[in-house]
């Protein structure tokens, strides 16, 4: 509350001494039941869903704190856009003529002991394969003996194989140093994808080439001239000029204030020898290919 003086004057009453009270009020937050008639649920959402989901919403908010409903509606958003809405979109003379009866795009799989859901498998029904794109599960049911993230996985691999008839399983994205997502290669025959090439390489020659790269972690999977393996038996001299193409920071791009990218060379020879220091360190922590797809700002 603030509280102001201000003066006045009049024929009766001279340097007479009113007081004004203002109230500075945070804006209201609009009514939960408009907040979720506005939901943006995408570009065609069946409409008998959203009607349904408008009044579930609705009704389950009522039984939480007026101060929690708009975070617990965002948070169910956040679910819908990210495991619900499909982002797939495909004609119909591109869909593969086994998956005709299951159209393309997100399902969730519920595995179920009785009438007890156990656990959701989120995928996406591709033209040529199923991606498997999420798994939530009750806790109560996620034990060491039967693991269920990859029991799911055993299953959506069979689902593929033998329902849809499509040649591909596709797992996702890797990381190696993600020891949550080591568990990917554990499934062979597999391949991975070279970030650098986009060729297929076996997963067993993929995730060598990528520890023997830590702690970058990201690098050519495959050499350039083909698909498969990258060549790992070159000369010591070979070796040592590779790493001297690696760590060369010609290619960098920085940023220092002049609003135009700038690289190593547009400087001064006594700008190159100060920055140069830097940029190998970038070099160093990023590898060869990220070098080329940032931008490093340098202050001062």
């Known amino acids: 509350t603030t509280t102001t003086t201000t003066t006045t004057t009049n024929a009766e009453s001279q340097n007479t001494k009113k007081t004004a009270t203002a109230s500075s009020q945070q804006p209201q937050q609009r ?3 408009e907040q979720i008639e506005q939901l943006d649920w995408g570009t065609s959402p069946p409409q008998d869903f959203v009607t349904k989901m408008r009044s579930v919403l609705k009704s389950y908010l009522q039984k939480f704190p007026h101060e929690l409903q708009s975070s617990i509606l965002q948070n169910y958003y956040n679910f819908y856009q990210f495991l619900v809405e ?4 495909v004609e ?3 869909i593969n003529s086994a998956t005709k009866q299951y159209e393309c795009g997100t399902y969730h799989q519920h595995y179920r002991i009785g009438d007890v859901l156990i656990a959701v498998g989120v995928v996406d029904i591709l033209p040529n394969g199923l991606s498997s794109v999420y798994l939530f599960y009750h ?3 996620a034990h060491e003996l039967v693991a269920l993230g990859k029991w799911t996985t055993i299953q959506e691999i069979e689902f593929t194989h033998q329902v849809l008839k499509v040649p591909y399983y596709y797992l996702g994205y890797y990381i190696e140093s993600c020891p949550k997502m080591r568990y990917k290669s554990e499934y062979r025959p597999s391949e991975m994808l070279c970030p650098v090439h986009y060729q297929w390489v076996p997963a067993e020659v993929a995730q060598a080439k990528l520890q023997k790269a830590a702690p970058h972690y990201v690098c050519a999977l495959a050499s350039s001239l083909g698909g498969g393996e990258s060549n790992d038996d ?13 760590m ?3 290619a960098v791009v920085m940023d220092v204030g002049a609003g135009i990218p700038v690289s190593i060379y547009m400087l001064q020879e006594a700008g190159q020898a100060i920055v140069r220091p830097y940029l190998e360190d970038f070099v160093r922590e990023a590898g060869p290919y990220l070098k080329t797809k940032c931008t490093v700002r340098l202050n001062g």
């Open 31 to 33: 009514p939960i039941t």
């Open 86 to 89: 499909s982002p797939i979109v």
């Open 92 to 94: 119909a003379k591109n």
């Open 139 to 141: 806790p109560n049911f």
């Open 234 to 246: 070159k000369t010591n001299s070979n070796n040592n000029h590779q790493h001297h193409e690696d």
């Open 248 to 250: 060369d920071v010609s």
